[in-house]
């Protein structure tokens, strides 16, 4: 098993480029998760999906979509990226409930 | 507003020696407390705790809740090298499967 993967790893973007983050996890988990990493702030969540069909917003949602393609990947989409989302970006993945979380490898990304 | 504190923010140690590292939460309905470990890339969960006063232990690590207090912490013993990294904690709410993340604490054990 994979686990949770990510791609791309590393990305560079200019303000106002677009761009999407995939996420894909192998361990039929009904729950996936979208955070931002930045120095000093920990984990913030953006966007997470309890289910197939359903997301909902997160802590900090303001610049980005996601899609819920199917129970397998959750991607995250910048429309007009900005300098502020300059950071590294973990999608992670879990069966539910009272279970852990499962990360991924992380994508950083810098907008310039 | 949710909060999860974490202290201290970093911590020098020498190989052998023993750390805490806490974490105090205030959130509503509270579920459970995860601590989880970064080293160079994505977190690896290492405890969650839900019930107050069981201790949970791996190894040189063990960590225990106190829900009337609201904290936890994690322990290490006989630290080594491998054990540099930043430690996570994460509360979970009983609303829903979201967690709210401490900042961290970054442990640097040197030899």
């Known amino acids: 098993n994979a686990g949770v993967t990510q791609t791309p790893k590393f990305q560079v973007l200019k303000t106002g480029q677009s761009m999407t983050l995939q996420c894909a996890q192998d361990?039929?988990?009904?729950?996936m998760y979208w955070y931002r990493q930045d120095p000093g702030m920990g984990l913030r969540l953006i966007y997470y999906s309890a289910s197939e069909g359903t997301t909902d917003k997160g802590e900090v949602p303001n610049g980005y979509n996601v899609s819920r393609l199917n129970k397998r990947e959750f991607s995250l989409r910048l429309e007009s990226a900005a300098p502020s989302q300059t950071s590294v970006y973990f999608c992670?993945?879990?069966?539910?409930?009272?279970?852990?979380?499962?990360f991924g490898p992380g994508t950083r990304l810098t907008v310039t | 507003e949710d909060k999860v504190v974490q202290s201290p923010l970093s911590l020098v140690v020498h190989e052998g020696d023993t750390v805490t590292l806490n974490c105090s939460y205030e959130?509503?309905?509270?579920?459970?407390l995860l601590w989880y470990k970064q080293e160079k890339k994505a977190p690896t969960f290492l405890f969650m705790l839900?019930?107050?006063?069981i201790e949970k232990k791996s190894g040189r690590l063990s960590s225990i809740l106190d829900k009337k207090e609201l904290f936890s912490i994690l322990n290490i013993t006989a630290t080594q090298t491998g054990d540099s990294a930043i430690y996570l904690c994460?509360?979970?709410?009983?609303?829903?499967?979201?967690?709210?993340f401490g900042t961290g604490t970054r442990l640097a054990v040197r030899p």
């Open positions: 959130v509503t309905n509270f579920r459970s």
């Open positions: 361990m039929n988990h009904n729950s």
């Open positions: 994460a509360v979970e709410k009983s609303s829903g499967d979201k967690l709210t």
């Open positions: 992670a993945s879990s069966v539910g409930g009272l279970l852990e979380q499962y």
């Open positions: 839900t019930s107050s006063g």
